[in-house]
């Protein structure tokens, strides 16, 4: 009886950690608030648009990027290079991470 219920435990714990790994990455949103203080572009790394840098900075390592999956691409480097041009403040929700680690911008809201 002990060993099948160790061994019930053990497949569940498995599997468990199996969700958890295929998670990383992608299903962790996160918000952060502050004044963009950098502004990133790299033609280097396809279909990506802008990365900001934050003060304070964005919850992660700190960046928040824009990629072409989402349909206000345009619109969403246009609002975060005139928040850097200007110092706003903006309010920001990503998605999960790219494969570098950085926030992916699903939501942008500059004062």
């Not at 599997?15 to 502050?34: D, R």
């Not at 396809?46 to 304070?56: D, F, K, L």
């Amino acid at each position: 009886m002990g060993n099948k219920l160790w061994a019930r435990f053990a497949l569940c714990l498995s599997f468990t950690a199996a969700a958890l790994v295929t998670m990383y990455g992608t299903s962790f949103a996160a918000q952060g608030s502050g004044t963009v203080v950098t502004y990133h572009l790299n033609v280097a790394i396809a279909g990506r648009g802008a990365c900001i840098r934050t003060n304070p900075v964005l919850p992660g390592n700190g960046w928040a990027c824009v990629y072409d999956t989402q349909q206000l691409y345009d619109e969403l480097n246009a609002l975060l290079s005139a928040a850097y041009i200007n110092a706003k403040t903006c309010t920001i929700v990503t998605s999960g991470t790219d494969p570098f680690g950085n926030g992916i911008i699903e939501i942008a809201e500059c004062d």
